[in-house]
């Protein structure tokens, strides 16, 4: 079984853009949690342009009456947002080397240029008692070198797998995640994947084994719009349950 944590975000953007608190993330977490998802996920950027410092705080707080439902909390490591992850202490810190005007997440971390920092992110990050993760292209000298930095998991950057979905490259860029997933597997990581995965190609995607989680957002949330919370629930986590 693969776990689904729902990225929230979407829902603070919506809320920021009528600068009252509608809609309520807390309340869309319960319903989340309430249709039977197992995580929340949060990505508090630099500009608060959706999931503020306040929403990550006040999460970690409700989550505590769910203890089933794990909190990952994903973002680049400055130290504010270091202060967050020692502070409220979530399950898991995906680490994201995003640019503070970044759009969304665009491209996993470069290990021949920062393991050294990654090294000690980890350590640092499991000292506060928190799984760490790390977002990372599918590429096997990213995958060989991230495994000696002492992290955790892979969180597997899946905008490439997403694009080539239905077209005749599409089994060459699965093998291309089997290959980075496998090879993470033997060296005692865990793998996590994200970006772009909905209900049509995550099946598709999870035919490698051994995805422990998804984390999905943007298009689960146009979805529920479109479809309704629990009909749209209820697919995905029948596609990680088989």
């Not at 707080?61 to 973002?75: Q, R, S």
């Not at 090294?119 to 995958?143: C, H, M, N, T």
């Not at 699965?174 to 909905?198: E, F, M, R």
Request: with cysteine; net charge negative; aromatic share 8%.
């Amino acid at each position: 079984m693969t776990k689904l944590s729902v990225n929230v975000n979407k829902i603070a953007l919506l809320r920021n853009s009528r600068g009252r608190d509608f809609p309520n993330v807390i309340n869309f977490a319960k319903k989340f949690i309430d249709l039977g998802v197992h995580g929340i996920t949060v990505h508090p950027r630099q500009d608060e342009r959706h999931i503020t410092v306040k929403d990550a705080y006040e999460l970690a707080e409700f989550l505590k009456d769910y203890p089933d439902v794990e909190y990952n909390i994903e973002g680049f490591p400055s130290k504010d947002f270091m202060k967050i992850i020692a502070d409220t202490t979530p399950d898991q810190c995906t680490l994201v080397p995003d640019g503070v005007n970044q759009v969304t997440s665009d491209h996993g971390w470069d290990l021949t240029k920062h393991q050294k920092q990654l090294s000690q992110l980890a350590k640092e990050i499991r000292d506060y008692g928190v799984r760490s993760a790390v977002f990372l292209d599918p590429d096997i000298e990213q995958v060989n070198l991230v495994a000696k930095t002492g992290v955790d998991r892979i969180e597997l950057y899946t905008e490439e797998f997403a694009s080539n979905y239905g077209t005749n490259n599409q089994q060459n860029v699965i093998n291309k995640y089997s290959d980075a997933t496998k090879l993470a597997q033997s060296l005692g990581l865990g793998v996590n994947a994200g970006h772009d995965l909905d209900s049509n190609n995550l099946a598709a995607f999870l035919k490698i084994k051994d995805i422990l989680e998804v984390s999905i957002g943007h298009v689960l949330t146009i979805e529920c719009i479109e479809q309704g919370m629990p009909t749209v629930i209820k697919r995905y986590l029948d596609i990680c349950y088989q």
